[in-house]
């Protein structure tokens, strides 16, 4: 089906991925382990990769107290669902940093290794701290965070965008469903895929000696557990993946039958079998009725 609008946005996604243009997540580029789903679906006519995240772990700033107003909904998105391949401007892009009032810490899109994690909050505190050397920042609470897999999808057609999203079900994206938008003359359908093992927990909540010293403790449980929930995510993805490059490499459906030939065909198989249970029941009468015959002579 042709849609001039699907095959220019996809023409676009896919010149921004070729050049060299930062996006809209605190990294600023894609996710090493997302490449493979993003070549894989945008070499599929039906499909084009409008987000991705392969997954990451946080240490996140809310804001002060006084600020608390410009917090953030504590959401997996930067502007557009912690897109990693949603290309804007240099000077729109927020790597390292987030708006509304708070800011990031510490993000890896990897394996998370506890001494950063502990020297990034070591470092925030020592600015808290009232024998610094320039004017202490404000204290807002520190929270970690393990925040999934996702991939958004555009499809070409809404049936197009119904069978990937119930391969990703199948895959265990369980989480998932179809975003439908535009107009009625010229409708959009994303596949938003999700996974709900995240991970929102403060780990310094006040600037005293008693809480900064069970911080640390906090923190080394937490970033285990975010090792862990990350492992799953990539084999996660990874099964959605296969999931993806089985649907399509699935041979095409038959085309439907039409009723009144549906109903041709039934007939003529069951009159073969009628004439076939006939002629099997004449040929034991014939062969009983020779049996009869020779007992009798």
């Given at each position: 089906m042709d849609d001039p609008a699907f095959d220019a946005r996809k023409a676009a996604v896919q010149r921004e991925?070729?050049?060299?243009?930062?996006?809209?997540?605190?990294?600023?580029?894609?996710?090493?382990?997302?490449?493979?789903?993003?070549?894989?679906?945008?070499?599929?006519?039906?499909?084009?990769?409008?987000?991705?995240?392969?997954?990451?772990?946080?240490?996140?700033?809310?804001?002060?107290?006084?600020?608390?107003?410009?917090?953030?909904?504590?959401?997996?998105?930067?502007?557009?669902?912690?897109?990693?391949?949603?290309p804007v401007l240099p000077e729109a892009s927020g790597a390292g940093k987030k708006g509304r009032g708070g800011r990031w810490l510490h993000v890896t899109h990897d394996l998370p290794v506890l001494a950063d994690f502990t020297a990034a909050l070591d470092k925030y505190v020592a600015e808290c701290s009232p024998d610094a050397s320039t004017s202490p920042s404000p204290f807002g609470v520190v929270w970690v965070r393990f925040e999934p897999y996702i991939l958004h999808v555009q499809a070409r057609s809404l049936a197009a965008a119904s069978q990937l999203l119930r391969a990703g079900l199948a895959a265990g994206f369980r989480n998932s469903g179809i975003v439908a938008g535009g107009t009625d003359t010229h409708p959009t359908y994303v596949v938003a895929f999700r996974l709900t093992s995240a991970i929102n927990a403060p780990v310094l909540t006040a600037l005293t000696e008693r809480h900064v010293a069970s911080a640390g403790g906090v923190v080394e449980y937490?970033?285990?557990?975010?090792?862990?929930?990350?492992?799953?995510?990539?084999?996660?993805?990874?099964?959605?993946?296969?999931?993806?490059?089985?649907?399509?490499?699935?041979?095409?459906?038959?085309?439907?039958?039409?009723?009144?030939?549906?109903?041709?065909?039934?007939?003529?198989?069951?009159?073969k079998k009628q004439a076939a249970a006939l002629a099997k029941r004449s040929a034991s009468g014939a062969a009983l009725a020779a049996l009869a015959l020779s007992i009798t002579e």
């Open positions: 991925l070729a050049s060299a243009s930062v996006d809209r997540s605190p990294k600023g580029t894609v996710d090493n382990r997302c490449w493979p789903m993003i070549d894989f679906l945008n070499s599929c006519e039906q499909y084009v990769t409008t987000s991705s995240c392969s997954g990451r772990v946080a240490m996140w700033l809310d804001p002060p107290k006084a600020d608390s107003g410009k917090a953030d909904d504590n959401d997996h998105d930067d502007d557009d669902d912690g897109a990693d391949n949603v937490l970033v285990v557990e975010a090792e862990e929930k990350m492992r799953a995510t990539w084999a996660r993805a990874d099964r959605l993946l296969e999931a993806f490059r089985s649907l399509h490499n699935r041979p095409a459906s038959a085309p439907k039958e039409d009723p009144k030939d549906r109903w041709a065909r039934k007939r003529e198989v069951g009159l």
